[in-house]
Structures are given as C-alpha cells and as structure tokens.
C-alpha cells in the first residue's frame, strides 16, 4: 500500500508539549511563538519530520497555522478544515479560528492590548508572508525571526531523504532541458538578473526534467536551485548522493552539486543582481541578500509559470494516463455495485481495494495523495483521513465520497465520485443534481481569453447558491504532469487571478456537506484549450480529460435541462467508446447500462 492508516496526530500528548513550549516562551521572553503547517520549501505534502504542527497539535491536515502564548493557544484553518480541527486538537487548549474570516495579524491586534513579541520561524515562512504580517500590524506587534522553539523540544531525525533522482526522458517531459534552460535565460536577461534562486521543488524537477522521492506522493526533489546567467546552474541538498543519476549525464555538466549549509556563504559571495520569488523565498534567505548589500529583483518563479501550460506531450500523456485510471476506477465501481447487499465493507477495504486495481495496470508509480473514502458523516469532513481508529463499516443507504488519483510516469489523475449502494431519498438526489450541475456548467463555459479561475468560479456556484447553499472549497486547482496533483498558482477560486491559458490542466470539483450526515463531491479534470468551431479564436473552453460515469440512480433527471441532458450523454457515450473495449463483458453490460442515454 502507498497508504498508511496509522493515525498521525498526537493530542494526547498535546497538554505536556504545550507546557514545555511555554516554558521556552517565557524563557526567551517572547509572548507566543507562530508554529505553520511548513516546510522550508513550502511544499504542501511535507517529509514526517517537519510535521511541527501536527506534532504540537494534533492537527493533520495539510494548511494550518498555530499561535501559542503564555496562556492561551489558537490554531487557524480555511473552511476545508473547520469541521477536522476541531476534532483532532484538544478543545481546552487550542481555539479553531477561520482564517478566511480573520487573519492572524488583525486577530493579534485584537487580542493583545500591548505590543506583543511574536517569534517566527524565518526557514518556514516567506518574505511575502512577512511582508504581510508586517504591512497588517502596523507597528503594532513585533514579529521576531528565531530559531524554532518547537525543535529545541522535539527528538527526531532531520535529516532529507535519500532516496535516487532520476532523469525524465524528453519523449516523457517533450521538452529538452536545455529548450527549458534557454527560456528561462531569456527571461532573466529580460529583468537584468545576473543570478536566480528557485526555491520551489516542483519547479525544479519541471525545469531540470527530474523527480524523485523525498516527499509523500508527489514525485519532487526538495532542493534550492541557484541559475547564473552565464547558463551555470548550483542546487544545494542536504544529501548529495541521490543525485548520482543526474551527475553522470553529460547534458548536465554545467550543474554542480553543494551542501546546503554552503547556500548563505554562495549568496553572500555572489556577484550582481538576485532575483527570486517572495511567495516562496525563506525570510532566512532574504536576510542572507540584506546582508550583502545585492541587487535584489523580484520577479515570479519563471519555471514555476512556464509549467503551468503543458506541452502537446505532456498532454497526450496526460490523456492516456487518465483513460488508464478510467478503467482501473471503473473495474472498482463494477465491484463495488455488483458486491452482495450483505456484504461487510469498510472504508479502509475501499481504499485498499481501489490502490488495487490502479495497480494492476502496470504503471501506477504512487497514488497522488491519501484516497479520501468518507462514508456517511465521514464524507463531511472535506480531507477526511481514513485511520485504524476513525475507519467507519459502510451501511447499506451511506454516501460514500471518494476522492483518489495516481501517479504514472506520463500523468497525474485525482477524480471524486460520491456513490451509494442503497437508495437515495429525494433530498439526496436534489443535492447530487445541484452539485452535477455546476459541473457541467463550468465544464460546457466558453470565455473570453483573459479570464481568470476567479471569473470563472461563480459558474460552478450558482445553483447551490440559487438554493441557499455553497461549499468551502476552491472550485479547482492546477495539476501538474507526473508531478504535484495540486500545482499552483492556478485555480478556480475566489481569489485566484492568473490568466487560464491553453495547455493549463485543473480540476472541476464543486461539493456539498452536510455536517454530520453525509458529503457529495464530483470531480473530473479538464484541458484548457482554444475554442476551434469559431472563427474568434480569442476564446477559449474546457475539454473533460476525467472518463468515468455519475451514478444514475442518485440523479434527479427532471432537474437537468436540454443543454445539460445533452452535455450528460455525450460524456457517457465517449466513455462507452473510450473505456468499453478494455472492460470484461459483464464489466461492459454494467458500464453500458450506467451510461445510457437520457431521453431529452
């Protein structure tokens, strides 16, 4: 399994680490310490030992933030959170604030009456971030860069993976390092910036056509990178060794190979200009470049942008990994639906059932993240996590929510299906309906070139809006091509403003949770690409890349109008084409009837 079940929080021992903290608090004359859901490389799956955290919290999801004091603790997570939080972390020490609602700093002010001395981490937080605190307090609070309290607690190994970095062929990538190289030279020469730093992993291994191992389902390389403009190119890792592959490539001669403890004094001795990327430099970076009197440019991650726009391979790839992992999702659901009505399932089962068939295609590498399986009042929980202790058996009515995906060597996939083995009352399927709708609203949008995923957000909304409801998730995210299965800074949500472009790959993932009952989300990935049937080529649609069908019964047909029906049979029939001829035939009898037309 690529997936562990063992319940990673840790609150009972929340009460004991607080004390100590508190202690160092009061010791280094600080009022509270600011402890994020970060690594230095700001990924958002980070390795076990920087899981600071989960390990002074309990709290496991993948963004958060902690602020702890004297004498009071509070912990902020976004909407996709509110409900694991408070869960999770011991109610009597930390309070669970909406950090869409509030932000730290303005609840600092609010919550101290004096200048209060708050330490950060400058390794985990970025110059954007500090900029922000500082811009927002006003001179009202004193942030303070030290070292991590929590580590001077914490017994762990710190060291960085070892596992190899290998090289991604051109005929995977479809595009040279070098053409790459030559690029982003361009660019730098553009802004006068005679040196670069890359702070960002999965920008890296996009740009130097490399993946490795270092972090959980996402196959990158956590490093720094350095690119002169003479085309000399340093990275700087904890562990060296891993890059034995890379160093016996004559293609990549120019590169060389540092330690990381080398990066303050190559930075400080470095001629002219720096550039890099406040949204992801360490704060400890940029006091390195103060300090040296440089230049500095800020400038966005030129690798970061230039992978958002696929390339017709990593395209084709894409296509062919997803109708792989249409077949392997497919053959699950035959399962599922064919199982007798008697049979004991639980959600650990489903999971381990659905890595199965992903690997039996042969190809699967790793899943993309941790499969949510949430059934009944699981599935409220937006990233629920399935454990040994939370794993809840199936009962025959349940919603069961399952958001998955894989890794292939020529694809990420990440899909979401609510599903159900019973019968589904007539609220249910209104609230399925609702949710499908925006999906096939969004799905069918042509819009003018220039729009971002926030202009495009709303459409997805509208008819759970237009019924009093909403969901607090982003409507979709970028993916990456057998690299990270949520690649920013795309999205579609409210506040994201990059320009959708042609070869920009998302997700389409509206939901609905009622709390404590049950969760319903649908998600299919698309293409972006231009709109062809017109002569204005200015505009630009969605193509479904997602090849797996929606539960008919849990549908209520007479909600759907024309377009819609439309829309619904012409993705199924494209199933039937696409998938059937790789089924069994009684996988195929199933398959034929969950994609039958509907009458319009």
Request: glycine share 6%; net charge positive.
């Amino acid at each position: 399994m690529f997936q562990s079940f063992k319940n990673s929080s840790e609150r009972n021992h929340t009460p004991r680490r607080i004390e100590f903290l508190r202690a160092l608090i009061k010791n280094y004359k600080l009022d509270g310490v600011i402890i994020p859901k970060a690594d230095r490389y700001q990924g958002e799956y980070i390795p076990p030992e920087d899981e600071r955290l989960t390990w002074i919290s309990g709290f496991t999801g993948s963004a958060g933030t902690a602020l702890v004091f004297a004498e009071s603790a509070v912990l902020f997570v976004d909407g996709r959170y509110s409900l694991q939080a408070k869960i999770e972390v011991n109610s009597r020490i930390f309070k669970v604030e909406d950090s869409t609602k509030t932000s730290i700093v303005n609840w600092l002010k609010i919550n101290f009456k004096y200048e209060p001395k708050i330490a950060f981490d400058p390794w985990l937080t970025t110059v954007s971030q500090v900029k922000t605190f500082l811009k927002e307090a006003e001179g009202k609070i004193k942030f303070l860069p030290r070292m991590n309290l929590v580590d001077k607690l914490w017994e762990r190994n710190s060291g960085e993976s070892s596992e190899k970095v290998f090289y991604l062929s051109n005929e995977i990538s479809g595009e040279s390092f070098s053409r790459k190289l030559n690029k982003i030279l361009n660019i730098l020469k553009v802004n006068n910036i005679k040196n670069y730093i890359f702070c960002k992993p999965d920008a890296i291994c996009w740009f130097l056509n490399m993946r490795g191992k270092d972090v959980a389902h996402n196959p990158v390389v956590n490093c720094f990178s350095i690119l002169r403009d003479s085309g000399e190119i340093i990275i700087f890792s904890e562990n060296l060794d891993k890059f034995s592959e890379l160093k016996n490539k004559p293609l990549y001669r120019k590169i060389h190979f540092k330690k990381f403890s080398e990066l303050r004094n190559f930075i400080i001795n470095s001629k002219g200009s720096t550039g890099f990327d406040q949204n992801y430099l360490p704060w400890k970076i940029y006091q390195y470049l103060e300090s040296s009197n440089k230049k500095i440019i800020q400038m966005s991650d030129p690798a970061n942008t230039l992978k958002l726009v696929k390339n017709n391979t990593e395209v084709n790839g894409m296509i062919s990994a997803h109708l792989r992992d249409a077949v392997a999702f497919i053959k699950f659901m035959y399962w599922f639906f064919k199982l007798d009505k008697t049979s004991e399932l639980d959600e650990i089962s489903l999971i381990k059932k659905l890595e199965s068939y992903r690997r039996n295609t042969g190809f699967l590498r790793e899943i993309s993240f941790d499969t949510i399986c949430g059934s009944g009042p699981n599935g409220a929980i937006i990233h629920y996590r399935a454990t040994n202790e939370s794993n809840r058996k199936i009962k025959k009515d349940d919603i069961i929510l399952i958001d998955s995906g894989g890794q292939y060597l020529d694809g990420t996939t990440d899909i979401t299906r609510s599903i159900c083995r019973g019968a589904c009352d007539t609220k249910t399927k209104r609230l399925y309906t609702l949710v499908l709708k925006g999906l096939i609203a969004l799905s069918n949008q042509r819009w003018p070139r220039g729009l971002t995923g926030r202009d495009l957000d709303p459409l997805a909304r509208q008819f759970l809006w237009n019924s009093l409801n909403d969901y607090e998730h982003g409507t979709g995210h970028g993916v990456g091509a057998y690299l990270c299965v949520h690649e920013g800074p795309i999205g579609i949500n409210r506040k994201s403003n990059i320009e959708l472009e042609p070869g920009m790959i998302l997700s389409i993932e509206p939901g609905f949770y009622q709390k404590h009952k049950f969760g319903i989300r649908l998600e299919n990935l698309v293409l972006v690409k231009k709109v062809t049937d017109n002569p204005n080529e200015s505009f630009l649609c969605f193509e479904t890349l997602t090849s797996v069908p929606f539960q008919r019964n849990m549908l209520d047909i007479s909600m759907l109008d024309k377009k819609e029906k439309v829309w619904l049979n012409s993705y199924h029939k494209s199933i039937l084409d696409k998938i059937g001829p790789k089924l069994s035939s009684n996988e195929l009898k199933w398959l034929t009837r969950q994609c039958a037309p509907i009458t319009i």
